[in-house]
């Protein structure tokens, strides 16, 4: 397995290496802020609480969990519902795989649509973030199961800049950031064009 470059940091990344739940919480955190930022947030909330498990985050007490969240530098731009959030993942880790959270992958010995349906079902992963995340296991973390790149669709295409699967360098980055751009571009544009086609008159009907 090659050496995670996520957060774009030395000591970051390799939390998320060694740390099979911090690296979901990369995962989740990566919304509406930089993704490099979201997979340092980890990182951060392993200094503040003297390490970074499952279970010890599902027993925290809510307030203060968000208080560490929220200490500068925060961990989100909304570190309040994502502290929720964090909490709802790590609950689920410990009631379903004991605390471990590489139990999401290897319990079992899932094939890649079955993974995909347990990684739709934790807390903050919706279809896309649970396909980007398969394709991230499979591309990057060593974790192959069959037919995990037809689950991952897109994202697990080799040689594609999609999302933070794709990630290896700082060249890598920019590809993925830039491809980013150009979506939110492409929807933005494509809202605008909805609006305009649904205030426009109907025309009258000629007798």
Same mark, same amino acid.
């Given at each position: ?6 957060? @774009? ?15 979901? $919480? ?5 919304? #509406? ?33 968000? &208080?560490?969240?929220? #200490?500068?530098?925060? $961990? ?19 009631? @379903? ?16 649509? &079955? ?5 739709? &079902? ?17 591309? #990057?973390?060593? $974790? ?37 751009? @150009? ?25």
């Amino acid at each position: 397995m090659a050496k995670l470059q996520l957060a @774009q940091d030395p000591a970051a990344d390799e939390l998320l290496e060694s740390n099979p739940f911090a690296l979901l $919480v990369g995962m989740l955190l990566d919304q #509406q802020i930089p993704l490099e930022v979201a997979f340092a947030g980890p990182k951060k909330l392993a200094d503040r609480m003297g390490g970074l498990h499952a279970r010890e985050i599902a027993d925290y007490d809510p307030e203060k969990f968000a &208080e560490i969240c929220a #200490q500068r530098p925060a $961990v989100h731009r909304f570190p309040g519902s994502m502290a929720k959030r964090i909490q709802a993942l790590a609950q689920i880790i410990v009631d @379903q795989y004991g605390g471990n959270a590489a139990a999401v992958w290897s319990d079992g010995d899932p094939d890649g649509r &079955e993974l995909l349906r347990r990684l739709r &079902e934790l807390p903050g992963f919706g279809d896309q973030k649970a396909r980007i995340f398969l394709a991230l296991l499979g591309k #990057q973390y060593g $974790v192959t199961p069959k037919g995990w790149r037809e689950a991952a669709g897109d994202y697990g295409k080799a040689g594609s800049h999609l999302s933070v699967a794709d990630i290896v360098d700082a060249g890598s980055l920019e590809k993925v950031r830039s491809y980013k751009k @150009q979506m939110k571009a492409a929807a933005k544009a494509s809202t605008k064009t909805s609006a305009k086609a649904s205030t426009k008159t109907p025309t009258k009907a000629k007798k």
